[in-house]
């Protein structure tokens, strides 16, 4: 019998305020559902301002100055991103669930690597 590891639907995104967006936006670890279109997270309610203030342009300049088309961000990884990278430093990380990361190490593993 082979168990199969079951695909993970959520990111973690750890946000990490550029140095000129300090002021406006403190350290934020959301988690996004690009296929049910959620952010979730203290914090969340910013960036989807964020993402409806961009959505009024219609399009954003990437850090390489070239545009991008917004359709729909919260289902599109590279619109979301373009969007955040206009603030923030971004982890992301798949897991299995908001507020659980999720390793492909066991706890005893991970001590074997400190």
Known sequence: MTTEPQPLHW???????LPSSEPKFPELLLWWNPDEKRLEGQGAE?????????MA????ND??????????PLAKP???AAILAQYFWVIPQPVKSP???DSEFSDKDSRNLQ
């Open 57 to 60: 342009l219609k399009r954003i």
């Open 99 to 101: 507020g659980l990361p």
């Open 63 to 72: 850090s390489r100055f070239n545009h991008v088309e917004l359709t729909d």
């Open 11 to 17: 990111i973690q995104l750890e946000l990490i305020p």
């Open 78 to 80: 590279s619109e979301l």
């Open 46 to 54: 910013s960036i989807l301002q964020l993402i409806d203030d961009a």
